[in-house]
């Protein structure tokens, strides 16, 4: 269980700070980069959540629960569990990556094809899941960038790929199924 007595520590005023296994690196770091992005994509679910109800928003609060683990995961370089540690390291599974293709999948099958592209907007909801995919698609850009340097999660690197495609299906609901998408008109403006 996580306490927190006090908000600053002052352990990071000069611009280092811990990772899940304890290591100092630097607040720029790769992997900070990532994992503080994965954070950034949950704050804008939050914002999602404004508009959402129902299963919508159980389904968003569930995503929301599933970014705190991939950041607790991508937080933890070391991919083996370490002897020394009080519990064993938070790593995003297969199933969580199972359940956002289902749920993809059952979004998608009443939706009409595209024959456009989609530009961001509609409804209330659908903007701010257009700009959760968005956050979630830069986290998998920082991810699969560190995991060319250093040892991440395949089934992390999974999740934000599905996450931006749940994303953009949920936005398409969100929008009348689809039928409110604000659709690309290419060179209208020429």
């Keep these: 269980m996580v306490v927190l007595n006090r908000i600053y520590t002052r352990t990071g005023d000069r ?3 811990a990772l899940g296994n304890g290591a100092r690196v630097a607040k720029h770091d790769a992997r900070v980069a990532a994992y503080g992005t994965v954070d950034e994509t949950n704050a804008t679910v939050g914002l999602a959540r404004l508009h959402a109800s129902g299963a919508a928003d159980e389904a968003l609060a569930r995503i ?3 970014l705190f683990d991939l950041g607790a995961d ?4 070391d991919m083996e569990k370490d002897a ?4 064993p390291p938070l790593r995003v599974n297969d199933a969580q990556v199972d359940r956002l293709e289902a749920e993809i999948d059952a979004m998608n099958a009443d939706l009409t094809p595209l024959r456009s592209f989609i530009l961001p907007g509609g409804a209330a ?3 701010h899941l257009h700009l959760c995919r968005t956050v979630s698609r830069r986290a998998e850009r920082l991810a699969t960038e560190l ?3 250093e040892t991440v999660n395949p089934a992390a690197l999974r999740y934000l790929n599905r996450l931006s495609d749940w994303f953009f299906v949920a936005a398409r609901i969100a929008n009348n199924n689809g039928a409110d998408d604000v659709l690309w008109a290419p060179g209208a403006n020429r």
């Design 15 to 17: 611009g280092d700070t």
């Design 125 to 127: 909801l659908a903007a």
């Design 74 to 77: 991508l937080c933890r370089p």
């Design 64 to 66: 929301q629960n599933d």
């Design 84 to 87: 020394s540690a009080e519990y």
């Design 147 to 149: 995991a060319i340097a």
